[in-house]
Every structure is written in structure tokens, then in C-alpha cells.
């Protein structure tokens, strides 16, 4: 059974016995990319490497060094009729016997993994706001939910970060380069303020409002008038728009949270945290959790 609910720290130390598990070198299609690693003990598992035939080989080999003693194994795994999966690539797994010093490693490896997910600000706790938080929980971001309202940030059960903020666009701009801003309060003209002010910043890689095409056409007004002619080229909205006439907040937040780790996990979006990327007006910024250059 696997124990990915509880962090690595808390495995590796439930464990005294455990194989490390990772991909060293993948050629063609995989499940997972080099690098990625899982953890095996006896009684558990931590992470996955794509599940399926090649995920089952790679846990019984894990079990069978943990019975032998071995302390390092090297497999070559073909993923295609020989294993009963049809990826078409090949992967090469490297299986080791973990040390106190490695499970300070990985753990440390987990930390900074952690500390590096991009930041996305959920700006209203609504029923919208709500049931997105419910689904980024589940997902590789730091969640944000933050509204003006005690009672309704009291009525979320997500764990994710929540703040009652006075000044909402506060947030907005002292948020890490390269986070993503859902826009949806119970007011519109805080709408226009915060949407305004995470356009401004220029290196979000998301930036929704919740409405319709009616709303969008006022809102460019209202920046053109109001934000020394503002565009809103990089907006997104209406948000979660993919034909569904399905209004209900769990529905709607579903297509938004595709939109929002669609951007956030793209290949420029993916290589931000160990390096300098360009940001949508031409500067450059340090990861996501640097400051614009």
C-alpha cells in the first residue's frame, strides 16, 4: 500500500529498511522522466515511477534485495509486449539500499522540491474559490485561498494555505515570479483591481477572472481608462471555458484547474525554479521564487 499521504520524512523514518528507486536513463516513451524516484520497504511504498508492469518489476526487485541483501541492483526494462505495457521506450532503473545519509538526502531532495512549487493564489473563497482549493490540494502547487470574509474562509475543508487579507492586491504583489492568480470574488470592481494588478506584475504564467465575454469587454475598457492603457492579452476570461454549460462551482473548477496546471507545468514553466526564464514583457526573472532582473 502506499504511503504517499504522509511526507518522506515521516516514511523514511516508520522504515528502518528501504530501497531507493529511480529512473537513470529513459528512452522514448515513458510513464515518468529520468530522475524521478520512489522508495520501497517491506510494508510500504513512497512515490511511484508510472505505476503499471513496470512499477510491479521494480517493487518485487526492491523486495527481493530487502530479503537478499543486496545492496545495489541495475534493470534494464523494455516497456513494451515483454512486460505487457505498450509505452514503446525503454527505461534503465537503479535500485540501492538506503543509508542514514541517503534518507537525509532524499528527504532534503523532498524539501526543496517542495519549497520550489510554483504559488497559486485563489483571490475569493465563494463556492468557485472552495471547490478549487479542493482540487489544487491534491496537486504540485502551494495553494493560496484568500478572501476579505472570516466566514466564508471558515467554511473551507482544503488543506491549503488561507488568509483573510484587507488588502488582497498585497498578496498579489509580493507573490513569486511565475505563480498563477484565479480572480474571483463576490465584488467586480475588486475583481478589475486584483486582475489589474497581476497583469501589472507581468511574469504570472496564469491569469483568470471568473465571468463572461460581456465582462471581459468591460474590464479591457475599464484598464484602458483607469491603468495607463493596460492590454489584456494574457488574461483568461471567462476561466474554465471548454464548452460545458455545466455551472456548477466543482465543474467549473475542474476545467479551471486544467487550464491553470496546463501553464504551470509546461516545459519553460518546468525549468524555472534552476534558472532564469523570460517573462511576458521582456524581463527576466529568476525561478519561481525569484525576483524580476
Known amino acids: 500500500m502506499s504511503n504517499s499521504a504522509v511526507s518522506l520524512d515521516e516514511f523514511l523514518a516508520a522504515h ?28 510500504g511504498l513512497w512515490g511511484t515511477i508510472g505505476g503499471g508492469q513496470l512499477e510491479f518489476l521494480a517493487i518485487q526487485a526492491a523486495r527481493d534485495m530487502l530479503q537478499s541483501g543486496d545492496l545495489v541492483r541495475e534493470l ?28 537525509r538526502a532524499a528527504a532534503d531532495r523532498a524539501r526543496e522540491t517542495k519549497a520550489a512549487l510554483p504559488h497559486a ?7 468557485v474559490g472552495r471547490a478549487l482549493a479542493d482540487l489544487f490540494q491534491h496537486l504540485p502547487v502551494r495553494c493560496i485561498l484568500i478572501d476579505t470574509r472570516t466566514e466564508e474562509i471558515a467554511l473551507n475543508t482544503a488543506a ?37 494588478a ?11 477572472m471568473i465571468g463572461s465575454a460581456t465582462k471581459r469587454a468591460k474590464f479591457k475598457n475599464w484598464a ?35 487550464e491553470v496546471i496546463a501553464e504551470l507545468t509546461t516545459e519553460t514553466a518546468a ?16 525561478g519561481r521564487t525569484g525576483r524580476l532582473a
Open 224 to 258: 484602458r481608462m483607469h491603468c495607463d492603457g493596460q492590454t489584456i492579452e494574457d488574461l483568461n476570461c471567462p476561466i474554465g471555458a471548454c464548452g460545458s454549460r455545466d455551472k456548477r462551482p466543482s465543474v467549473i473548477a475542474a476545467f479551471v484547474v486544467a
Open 16 to 43: 528502518a529498511s528501504v530501497i531507493r528507486v529511480a529512473l537513470t536513463r529513459v528512452r522514448g516513451s515513458s510513464p515518468r522522466n529520468e530522475g524521478t524516484e520512489m522508495f520501497a520497504s517491506a510494508q
Open 76 to 103: 534494464d526494462v523494455p516497456l513494451g509486449p515483454e512486460i505487457g505495457q505498450c509505452c514503446g521506450g525503454r527505461v534503465e532503473i537503479r535500485l540501492t539500499r538506503m543509508r542514514s545519509s541517503d534518507k
Open 160 to 196: 491549503v494555505e488561507t488568509r483573510i487579507s484587507v488588502l488582497p492586491e498585497a498578496d498579489i504583489w509580493s507573490a513569486p515570479a511565475g505563480s498563477a492568480f484565479i480572480v474571483l470574488t463576490h465584488d467586480h470592481a475588486l475583481d478589475f483591481l486584483l486582475t489589474s
Open 271 to 286: 525549468t524555472a525554479p534552476i534558472g532564469a526564464i523570460e517573462a511576458p514583457q521582456g524581463r527576466a526573472y529568476l
Open 198 to 208: 497581476a497583469l501589472e506584475r507581468g511574469d504570472a504564467l496564469y491569469v483568470g
Open 121 to 127: 493564489y485563489v483571490m475569493g473563497a465563494g463556492h
